[in-house]
Protein backbone atom coordinates (compact mmCIF):
# COMPACT_ATOMS: atom_id res chain seq x y z
CA UNK A 1 0.00 0.00 0.00
CA UNK A 2 0.63 3.71 -0.57
CA UNK A 3 3.03 5.13 2.70
CA UNK A 4 3.06 8.54 4.04
CA UNK A 5 5.70 9.23 6.36
CA UNK A 6 5.87 11.99 9.02
CA UNK A 7 9.01 13.81 10.73
CA UNK A 8 10.20 14.10 13.85
CA UNK A 9 8.04 11.33 15.49
CA UNK A 10 8.99 12.98 18.70
CA UNK A 11 9.77 16.36 19.45
CA UNK A 12 9.99 18.20 22.92
CA UNK A 13 9.92 22.35 22.77
CA UNK A 14 10.13 24.82 25.16
CA UNK A 15 7.00 27.33 25.41
CA UNK A 16 7.17 29.94 23.38
CA UNK A 17 9.35 28.33 20.26
CA UNK A 18 7.98 27.22 17.03
CA UNK A 19 8.45 23.61 15.63
CA UNK A 20 7.57 22.24 12.26
CA UNK A 21 6.03 19.01 11.66
CA UNK A 22 6.60 17.06 8.15
CA UNK A 23 4.35 14.99 6.26
CA UNK A 24 5.26 13.26 3.23
CA UNK A 25 3.89 10.84 0.74
CA UNK A 26 6.67 8.42 -0.12
CA UNK A 27 5.15 6.82 -3.16
CA UNK A 28 2.07 8.74 -4.75
CA UNK A 29 1.40 12.82 -5.40
CA UNK A 30 -1.05 13.94 -3.10
CA UNK A 31 -2.73 17.17 -3.74
CA UNK A 32 -4.59 17.40 -0.77
CA UNK A 33 -3.46 16.34 2.75
CA UNK A 34 -5.07 16.73 6.09
CA UNK A 35 -3.76 17.38 9.32
CA UNK A 36 -5.59 15.98 12.61
CA UNK A 37 -4.58 16.50 16.17
CA UNK A 38 -5.46 13.77 18.92
CA UNK A 39 -5.58 14.77 22.84
CA UNK A 40 -4.84 12.01 24.85
CA UNK A 41 -7.70 9.36 25.02
CA UNK A 42 -9.73 11.57 22.18
CA UNK A 43 -10.17 11.21 18.88
CA UNK A 44 -9.06 12.68 15.88
CA UNK A 45 -9.89 16.34 15.24
CA UNK A 46 -9.35 17.48 11.84
CA UNK A 47 -7.12 20.94 12.24
CA UNK A 48 -6.82 21.87 8.56
CA UNK A 49 -6.27 20.57 4.89
CA UNK A 50 -3.73 21.32 2.87
CA UNK A 51 -3.72 21.82 -0.89
CA UNK A 52 -1.01 21.90 -2.96
CA UNK A 53 -0.05 25.41 -4.40
CA UNK A 54 -3.10 27.08 -2.71
CA UNK A 55 -3.66 27.78 0.79
CA UNK A 56 -4.76 25.61 3.59
CA UNK A 57 -8.60 25.34 4.76
CA UNK A 58 -8.62 25.87 8.47
CA UNK A 59 -11.39 24.32 10.63
CA UNK A 60 -13.23 26.11 12.95
CA UNK A 61 -11.59 27.10 16.10
CA UNK A 62 -8.26 26.57 14.50
CA UNK A 63 -5.93 29.63 14.44
CA UNK A 64 -4.07 29.88 10.93
CA UNK A 65 -1.52 32.15 12.52
CA UNK A 66 -0.41 29.75 14.88
CA UNK A 67 -0.59 26.96 12.88
CA UNK A 68 0.93 27.37 9.78
CA UNK A 69 0.71 25.19 6.40
CA UNK A 70 2.88 24.91 4.46
CA UNK A 71 2.30 22.66 0.63
CA UNK A 72 5.28 23.23 -1.13
CA UNK A 73 5.08 20.24 -3.38
CA UNK A 74 2.82 17.30 -4.36
CA UNK A 75 4.76 14.92 -1.71
CA UNK A 76 5.29 17.18 1.42
CA UNK A 77 3.11 19.45 3.55
CA UNK A 78 4.17 20.95 6.70
CA UNK A 79 2.39 21.85 9.77
CA UNK A 80 4.38 24.65 11.97
CA UNK A 81 3.33 25.22 15.37
CA UNK A 82 4.48 28.37 16.18
CA UNK A 83 4.71 30.64 19.53
CA UNK A 84 4.19 26.56 21.06
CA UNK A 85 2.35 26.46 24.81
CA UNK A 86 1.79 23.66 26.76
CA UNK A 87 -1.58 23.61 25.88
CA UNK A 88 -0.02 22.82 21.95
CA UNK A 89 1.12 19.32 23.79
CA UNK A 90 -0.55 16.68 21.40
CA UNK A 91 0.03 13.72 18.97
CA UNK A 92 -0.18 15.37 15.20
CA UNK A 93 -1.45 12.88 12.75
CA UNK A 94 -1.91 13.80 9.12
CA UNK A 95 -3.07 11.84 5.93
CA UNK A 96 -3.37 11.85 2.12
CA UNK A 97 -5.80 10.30 -0.12
CA UNK A 98 -4.36 8.09 -2.99
CA UNK A 99 -6.71 9.77 -4.62
CA UNK A 100 -9.82 8.60 -7.72
CA UNK A 101 -13.06 7.23 -6.48
CA UNK A 102 -12.89 4.65 -3.57
CA UNK A 103 -9.40 4.89 -2.25
CA UNK A 104 -8.72 5.22 1.06
CA UNK A 105 -6.64 7.80 2.99
CA UNK A 106 -3.15 7.34 4.05
CA UNK A 107 -1.83 8.24 7.68
CA UNK A 108 1.75 9.07 8.57
CA UNK A 109 2.54 7.78 11.86
CA UNK A 110 2.36 10.72 13.92
CA UNK A 111 4.36 13.47 15.60
CA UNK A 112 4.20 13.38 19.75
CA UNK A 113 4.88 17.27 20.56
CA UNK A 114 5.39 18.15 23.96
CA UNK A 115 5.74 21.74 25.01
CA UNK A 116 7.34 22.43 28.44
CA UNK B 1 -21.11 20.62 9.42
CA UNK B 2 -20.94 16.73 9.31
CA UNK B 3 -21.20 15.41 12.94
CA UNK B 4 -20.70 11.76 14.50
CA UNK B 5 -21.65 9.63 17.15
CA UNK B 6 -20.30 6.28 18.83
CA UNK B 7 -21.71 3.95 21.22
CA UNK B 8 -20.48 2.45 23.41
CA UNK B 9 -17.34 4.23 24.29
CA UNK B 10 -15.60 1.13 26.25
CA UNK B 11 -16.77 -2.27 25.24
CA UNK B 12 -15.49 -5.83 27.18
CA UNK B 13 -16.16 -9.28 25.68
CA UNK B 14 -15.47 -12.57 26.40
CA UNK B 15 -12.73 -14.23 23.63
CA UNK B 16 -14.91 -15.43 21.07
CA UNK B 17 -18.02 -13.72 21.48
CA UNK B 18 -18.91 -10.75 19.26
CA UNK B 19 -18.31 -7.31 19.39
CA UNK B 20 -20.47 -4.83 17.82
CA UNK B 21 -19.99 -1.09 17.69
CA UNK B 22 -22.26 1.72 16.08
CA UNK B 23 -22.03 4.87 14.62
CA UNK B 24 -24.80 7.47 13.39
CA UNK B 25 -23.95 10.62 11.07
CA UNK B 26 -25.82 13.73 10.55
CA UNK B 27 -24.71 14.52 6.94
CA UNK B 28 -26.74 12.46 4.51
CA UNK B 29 -23.81 13.36 1.51
CA UNK B 30 -21.45 11.62 3.40
CA UNK B 31 -20.38 8.45 1.26
CA UNK B 32 -17.68 6.63 2.14
CA UNK B 33 -17.65 4.96 6.42
CA UNK B 34 -14.07 3.69 7.31
CA UNK B 35 -13.40 2.18 10.12
CA UNK B 36 -10.00 2.22 11.78
CA UNK B 37 -8.23 0.44 14.65
CA UNK B 38 -6.29 2.34 16.58
CA UNK B 39 -3.17 1.20 19.29
CA UNK B 40 -1.59 3.26 21.72
CA UNK B 41 0.62 5.80 20.28
CA UNK B 42 0.29 4.83 16.77
CA UNK B 43 -1.51 5.69 13.41
CA UNK B 44 -4.97 4.43 13.08
CA UNK B 45 -5.08 1.55 10.45
CA UNK B 46 -8.03 1.02 8.25
CA UNK B 47 -9.76 -2.30 8.79
CA UNK B 48 -13.09 -2.26 6.71
CA UNK B 49 -14.71 0.42 4.69
CA UNK B 50 -18.04 0.85 2.65
CA UNK B 51 -19.27 3.26 0.58
CA UNK B 52 -22.89 4.91 0.10
CA UNK B 53 -23.62 2.46 -2.77
CA UNK B 54 -23.31 -0.75 -0.10
CA UNK B 55 -25.46 -1.94 2.48
CA UNK B 56 -22.99 -4.72 3.83
CA UNK B 57 -19.53 -5.51 3.34
CA UNK B 58 -17.09 -8.66 5.02
CA UNK B 59 -13.68 -9.78 6.04
CA UNK B 60 -12.99 -12.34 7.28
CA UNK B 61 -14.23 -11.58 10.72
CA UNK B 62 -15.19 -8.23 10.55
CA UNK B 63 -17.95 -6.97 8.92
CA UNK B 64 -19.79 -3.45 8.28
CA UNK B 65 -23.43 -2.63 7.84
CA UNK B 66 -24.61 0.66 6.54
CA UNK B 67 -28.24 2.10 6.84
CA UNK B 68 -28.53 5.64 4.62
CA UNK B 69 -32.17 6.20 5.62
CA UNK B 70 -31.19 6.09 9.44
CA UNK B 71 -28.28 7.27 8.81
CA UNK B 72 -26.05 4.67 10.78
CA UNK B 73 -23.96 1.97 10.08
CA UNK B 74 -21.62 -0.55 12.61
CA UNK B 75 -18.95 -2.80 12.89
CA UNK B 76 -19.37 -6.33 13.73
CA UNK B 77 -16.31 -8.31 14.87
CA UNK B 78 -16.79 -12.24 15.41
CA UNK B 79 -14.90 -14.74 16.82
CA UNK B 80 -12.66 -12.06 18.67
CA UNK B 81 -9.71 -12.28 19.96
CA UNK B 82 -7.14 -11.01 22.49
CA UNK B 83 -5.24 -8.91 19.58
CA UNK B 84 -8.85 -7.46 18.89
CA UNK B 85 -8.48 -5.09 22.00
CA UNK B 86 -7.55 -1.81 20.78
CA UNK B 87 -9.62 1.75 19.89
CA UNK B 88 -12.15 1.74 17.33
CA UNK B 89 -12.54 4.54 15.44
CA UNK B 90 -15.73 5.33 12.80
CA UNK B 91 -15.31 7.93 10.37
CA UNK B 92 -17.74 9.48 7.90
CA UNK B 93 -16.00 11.56 4.89
CA UNK B 94 -17.38 12.94 0.92
CA UNK B 95 -15.87 12.13 -2.36
CA UNK B 96 -15.31 8.35 -1.33
CA UNK B 97 -12.63 9.03 0.61
CA UNK B 98 -10.75 11.72 -0.90
CA UNK B 99 -11.73 14.40 1.16
CA UNK B 100 -11.89 15.19 5.31
CA UNK B 101 -12.70 12.63 7.80
CA UNK B 102 -15.21 13.64 10.33
CA UNK B 103 -14.48 10.88 13.08
CA UNK B 104 -16.67 9.82 16.11
CA UNK B 105 -15.27 9.85 19.58
CA UNK B 106 -13.74 6.16 19.73
CA UNK B 107 -14.23 2.61 21.66
CA UNK B 108 -12.22 0.90 23.60
CA UNK B 109 -12.55 -3.03 22.87
CA UNK B 110 -11.39 -5.37 25.80
CA UNK B 111 -11.17 -8.99 24.90
CA UNK B 112 -11.31 -10.75 28.17
CA UNK B 113 -9.14 -14.39 27.75
Known amino acids: GAVVSQHPSRVICKSGTSVKIECRSL??????MFWYRQFPKQSLMLMATSNEGSKATYEQGVEKDKFLINHASLTLSTLTVTSAHPEDSSFYIC????????????FGPGTRLTVT | GENVEQHPSTLSVQEGDSAVIKCTYSDSASNYFPWYKQELGKRPQLIIDIRSNVGEKKDQRIAVTLNKTAKHFSLHITETQPEDSAVYFCAAGFNFGNEKLTFGTGTRLTIIP
Open chain 1, 95 to 106: SAPLGGAGREQY
Open chain 1, 27 to 32: DFQATT
